[in-house]
Each structure stands twice: as C-alpha cells, then as structure tokens.
C-alpha cells in the first residue's frame, strides 16, 4: 500500500527551527514529484514548497530564504527544514506525492505551531 506518513511538528518559539519528514512506503522513488503544503484553521490549503524531479525546487514567497525542501531517496523521505519560524507559520503541514497517470497521495498532516 502506497503511504506517507509526516513527523517532525512540535510547538516552537519565533525564530527557532523545525526539521519534518515524510516517510514514503513502499518507495519514495515511485513519486516523480512530491510537496508540503500547508493549511492554518480556517484557510484554504496552500502550497510551501515543492521538488520536481530529482532536484528542481520552488517555495511559496512567504517561505523563500526559511524553508528547504529535499528529497532522500536512501532513506525513502522528504524533508522540510525549516528556519526562523513565525507565528504565521503555524499550520498542520501536509507531505503530498504525485505520480503519473494515478490520483496524488497525501499524508495525515503534522502540526506546527510557533508562539509569539
């Protein structure tokens, strides 16, 4: 069964770090390209960071310069690093899968929250 399960969320002060993973079962190399969106309460889903293909990224405006989006293929996961967290970086953050020709795969969310 094709799987992603995220980890890594946690609360944190502004300005500190975060590092979440996303697990791929049963490999994450069956995604050609994978992403973390996220989605604060109330809001609508939003993109933060994309890959595309083995190494092409691209960031949401509000994360570029913060946040890094990387793929390792030995270890099945996606990361997210992200730097100098905001209260409005607070959100449950979802790791998303797409592979061709079937539906995107999504993960159960992990929750970020960054007090003032």
């Known amino acids: 069964q094709v799987q992603l399960v995220e980890s890594g969320g946690g609360l944190v002060q502004g300005g500190e770090s975060l590092r979440l993973s996303c697990t791929a079962t049963?490999?994450?190399?069956?995604?050609?390209?994978m992403a973390w969106y996220r989605q604060a309460p109330g809001k609508q889903r939003d993109l933060v960071a994309r890959v595309r293909g083995p190494s092409s990224t691209d960031y949401a405006d509000s994360v570029k310069g913060r946040f890094t989006i990387s793929r390792d293929t030995g270890k099945n996961t996606l990361y997210l690093q992200m730097n100098s967290l905001q209260p409005e970086d607070t959100a449950l953050y979802y790791c998303?899968?797409?592979?061709?020709?079937?539906?995107?795969?999504w993960g159960q969310g992990t929750q970020v929250t960054v007090s003032s």
């Open positions: 998303k899968g797409e592979r061709p020709f079937a539906s995107p795969i």
């Open positions: 049963p490999s994450i190399s069956i995604f050609r390209d």
